[in-house]
């Protein structure tokens, strides 16, 4: 089985997600967000992983580039190809059938809890979060989870979306530290904090990542 895999050139490691899919015998076509033109047809592809992102999707200078991805969301939608969205990848989604990306009101940087209707699918946590902006769903959407901050997973047809990072290992948490310290320290944390609390949260959120993928194949992408 084929999936596609969008995400940034310097960010596109996608961790325990891809590590489960490719257990369950997925192989991965990389699209990088940044060169739209070299990516290939939708055709002959299972499966669509988008994943987070350091842009908006309301930022004029990668319009480009969204409408690029969104293209590829209506066509996944329109051809019945499964998708999964995490954190821009949500928002992506959601922007490209009919909901809304907002600034949030306040940034979730670190590990946190989620309110799940559906736990034995979708754990409460601990799940790695780094976000500043916020969706509204879409109006065919169900919302399954979410946080003070706003919708934290839904499903929309044969898509799985999630604002927080089921992909995140210790090695992604850390890279995304090492670059985000002056982040990290406009909310009071530094990069040696947010390390340490990966440390002790990395294990569960693992074997919760790996119970999302597979109800996501068992009772989504189906």
């Known amino acids: 089985m084929r999936a596609m895999l969008i995400a940034n050139a310097a960010d596109a490691d996608a961790g325990f997600v891809g590590e489960r899919l490719r257990e369950l015998g997925y192989v991965f076509t990389a699209c990088q967000r940044e060169h739209p033109e070299s990516w290939p047809p939708l055709d002959g592809h299972d499966l669509v992983l988008m994943l987070g992102s350091e842009w908006s999707v309301y930022w004029s200078d990668v319009r480009p580039a969204v409408l690029a991805e969104s293209a590829v969301v209506r066509g996944a939608v329109a051809a019945g190809v499964p998708m999964i969205g995490i954190c821009f990848g949500s928002q992506l989604?959601?922007?490209?059938?009919?909901?809304?990306?907002?600034?949030?009101?306040?940034?979730?940087?670190?590990?946190?809890?989620?309110?799940?209707?559906?736990?034995?699918?979708?754990?409460?946590?601990?799940?790695?979060?780094?976000?500043?902006?916020?969706?509204?769903?879409?109006?065919?959407?169900?919302?399954?989870?979410?946080?003070?901050?706003?919708?934290q997973a839904w499903q929309i047809g044969r898509g799985l979306c999630t604002q927080f990072h089921p992909e995140a290992t210790e090695a992604v948490v850390a890279r995304w530290a090492a670059l985000g310290a002056k982040t990290l320290a406009e909310i009071g944390t530094s990069p040696d904090e947010l390390m340490a609390a990966t440390r002790a949260n990395v294990a569960v959120s693992a074997a919760n990542a790996v119970r999302l993928v597979d109800w996501f194949c068992e009772h989504v992408a189906r």
């Open 93 to 151: 989604v959601a922007h490209a059938l009919g909901g809304s990306v907002s600034r949030a009101a306040t940034p979730e940087i670190g590990w946190y809890e989620v309110d799940s209707d559906v736990p034995q699918a979708i754990a409460c946590g601990p799940w790695m979060q780094w976000h500043a902006d916020v969706v509204v769903i879409p109006p065919a959407a169900t919302e399954l989870a979410r946080s003070m901050a706003g919708p």
